[in-house]
């Protein structure tokens, strides 16, 4: 491709109407490495159900963190701004969510506990907990939060050159480098439960207070997301 007399060729990062790449690289995995529930779903899938499991809730993690940003590109953010009573019904709606994950983890604990305990390893302690899916309750998990909306808009619009033709394509290249790094960040998690999981295998009463720990976790998360506001 030649380039006009006196110019000097476009990097690829301007063509594609992204500006400040690198500091948006940094933010982006510091932001992903934030504890959250999308994060801890997938780490206590991955100890109590395995790796196969682990994989399955961070697909449905990837799935809805697209869908949260092609949406906040779509501009669906200005749309809960303004009309504050739909980002009340999304907002109770994740955060009822997440006390019914952390009330399933806390009531597989208590049936274990009082019915006995025939099994030898720690998956089968939250089975009712996980079911009918990892990948479809890390998906719901991730999209029934509103703050994450406002949020990737927010973020998204400070790297986009406004006077790009095709915004979309700078969106995607913006999204796929946070997909990749939370793929990275995920399988971490994911091999880092499964290694708990080898440890405290056989040890129940551990195990029982690693899992209400995560229920409490859960329980935490949805009292923050019920008491978040726009603001």
Not at 90 to 110: E, P, Q, S, T
Request: with cysteine; aromatic share 12%; charged share 15%.
């Amino acid at each position: 491709m030649a380039w006009p007399a006196g110019s000097p060729p476009t990097t690829l990062v301007l063509v594609l109407g992204i500006t400040s790449l690198w500091t948006y690289v940094i933010g982006t995995a510091l932001i992903i490495l934030l504890p959250g529930p999308n994060s801890m779903y997938v780490l206590s899938t991955a100890t109590r159900r395995g790796v196969r499991h682990g994989y399955a809730a961070a697909c449905g993690v990837f799935l809805g963190d697209a869908a949260i940003m092609t949406l906040s590109a779509a501009g669906v953010a200005s749309l809960l701004k303004a009309q504050p009573v739909l980002f009340d019904i999304v907002k109770y709606a994740g955060a009822a969510y997440l006390c019914y994950i952390g009330y399933g983890l806390i009531r597989g604990v208590w049936r274990r506990r009082h019915h006995g305990d025939e099994a030898d390893s720690v998956p089968a302690e939250v089975d009712e907990a996980v079911e009918p899916g990892a990948f479809r309750r890390a998906l719901t998990v991730s999209l029934l939060n509103p703050k994450s909306i406002l949020f990737f808009v927010s973020f998204f619009s400070q790297f986009v050159d406004p006077s790009y033709a095709y915004p979309v394509v700078s969106f995607l290249v913006l999204g796929t480098i946070a997909e990749v790094f939370s793929f990275v960040y995920m399988t971490t998690l994911i091999f880092a439960g499964s290694y708990l999981a080898a440890q405290v295998r056989r040890r129940r009463k551990l195990a029982r207070g690693l899992t209400t720990g995560v229920a409490t976790v859960f329980l935490a998360f949805a009292v923050r997301l019920a008491t978040a506001s726009l603001s």
